[in-house]
């Protein structure tokens, strides 16, 4: 019951996303990716707790066919994510992808999340300095 509620909230939020994403401050560019994705933290939902940050990250895939994940057009991906902010290691909770039209064509949830080490000079290290230091 509770997954199928997040799944509900996280597919609202993204087919709502036009709407709230044009709020002025509500989110921040962090960094730029390979053919001009960008990379945004949604400031209202910062939470820090014993030295682990959280935060919603969307990803935005330019162009007119975006990104292909498993033979599907995706636009954009929002990932809940997790940054242990001592030892910079982070973690995806759960994610939701759409396609162009606003359609949900992913969307997951990661029970135990596994803590990876951050990449320097990565999206991810972008994140962690924007939510953590």
Request: aromatic fraction near 12%.
């Amino acid at each position: 019951m509770t997954r199928k509620l997040l799944l509900s909230v996280l597919s609202l939020m993204l087919t709502s996303a036009p709407s709230w994403s044009q709020e002025p401050g509500r989110w921040k560019f962090v960094a730029m990716g390979p053919g001009g994705m960008t990379v945004s933290i949604d400031t209202r939902t910062i939470e820090q707790s014993d030295g682990v940050a959280t935060v919603w990250v969307q990803y935005w895939y330019p162009g007119e066919w975006g990104k292909y994940i498993q033979g599907r057009s995706v636009s954009k991906t929002l990932q809940r994510e997790e940054y242990h902010c001592r030892v910079m290691q982070s973690s995806v909770t759960s994610y939701v992808s759409s396609d162009k039209q606003g359609e949900v064509v992913f969307n997951g949830t990661y029970p135990t999340p596994t803590f990876t080490p951050i990449v320097p000079d990565s999206m991810s290290e972008a994140v962690w300095r924007a939510v953590c230091v």
